[in-house]
């Protein structure tokens, strides 16, 4: 699973019980670490370990960028100081959860210790007017199911705006001629969200599948993953050329310091290696480097975000939406040649001949059934936004490549948005539910959640934790 680093701002104000600030900072702290949480603290900053002056603000900002947190708390622990959070939140610029444990009954006497519900009230007014994007975790206790819930769903939400940040896709040639649905604008996605392309040649990707196949350790260990993991039913002398080119995109993978690719599939890869890069491509992706089809850039970066929503537990599966089900009226075929990681499939994968070319190197085999978040990051004249919903795994007739039938629950509704777009015949299904999680994270990273089905205010529902 991904590792995010969570950075926990305990806060307090003066007119309300210090004590029982300091007692709530070190009970949560200890959950947040029982439940698995890499938690970097303010402890050292000051006596108390706790916000609530402004000469906190600077060391707190200086922990954290050295520790390279991926997101900060703002927990609550009595009122709280609202603009010292506010200020401290903007300066660093990474998510944030706002959340204070829920206030224990009034003292006899009337009197209340905390009030931390009616201090997460202020902050998210401060936060606003600061501009600073936030999570909001309801106001409840840390035995609650909603507090490991939430806190672990705004770390999947980091690790989604980590990663989005953090984007370079080499690209191996140029689109297809046919494929003007995968055109891309290099320079406005670098302009707006810092997503960086590495452009190389034909030549330059068979130079490093010749140079991977002279080293026989590599290779080795490739030919060995192969035999291990797909049933070989192609010509004995294409087997090398599958493990070389696989090698071969992970070692420019590691050279440009890319954590993507996007790839030419035909025709010029055909006439210089005989083969489809479908099951290399799978081998890459089964490592947690998403190679995408037909230079599909967009498709590359939905690749890593929905792998990044997921905290990278389940692998995704690039794929067409192809036909619809013969029998099912909200049916349709998700499949691509080959390309699909062997860890989802329900059987095991035999490296075989595609569905469209004479060439082999593609994979067959049908993916586990199960539910299923399908989603596409895409956008054209200058407007970006990102498809989202579920799907369920079910039976249908035989397929060829790396396939699966699924269900939704109006495939009229999802069918017009993708024709209607920004959207293209391309998708990335995981085994996962992970739209709230891609969804919350829109708001950090610039770009329009799009849900095909009427399900927003259950989405919202669930972030609110109920």
Sequence with gaps: MDKVKLGFVPTRRSIFSAPDAIKYRGLTVERLRE?????????????????????HVQPIIDKFRAEGVDGIMLAHCNFGTEYLCARLARELGKP??????????????????????????????????????????????????EFERGVWDF??????????????????????FDFWTTMCNEGELLEKFNIQLAPIPMTELIQAVRDAQADDAVMAEMLAYIRENMVVEIPEDKVPEVAGLAAGMKGLIDKYGCNAGAIQCWNALQAELGIMPCAANAILNEMGIPIVCETDIHGAITALLVEAADLGRHRGMFADWTVRHPDNE?????????PWPCSVACEKPRLTYPLAFDHPGALTAEAKHGELTLCRFDGDNGEYSMLLGRARGIDGPKGMGTYLWVEVDNLKRLETKIVEGPYIHHCVAIHADVVPVLYEACKYIGVKPDLYDPIEEEVRAYLRGE
């Design 35 to 55: 439940i698995g949480v890499e938690v970097v603290d303010i402890d050292d900053v000051n006596d108390e370990g706790l916000l609530f002056d402004d000469s």
């Design 96 to 145: 944030v959860l706002l959340w204070g444990p829920r206030d224990e009954r009034p003292e006899p006497d009337g009197t209340r210790l905390r009030d931390s519900q009616c201090g997460l009230f202020a902050t998210g007014k401060v936060l606003r007017r600061f501009q600073v994007p936030f999570t909001y975790m309801t106001n409840c206790r840390l035995t609650d199911p």
């Design 155 to 176: 770390l999947a939400v980091c690790n989604v705006v980590r990663t989005f940040k953090h984007i370079r896709i080499l690209q191996m040639s140029t689109r297809p």
């Design 330 to 338: 909200n049916g349709e075929l998700l499949q691509h040649c080959g």
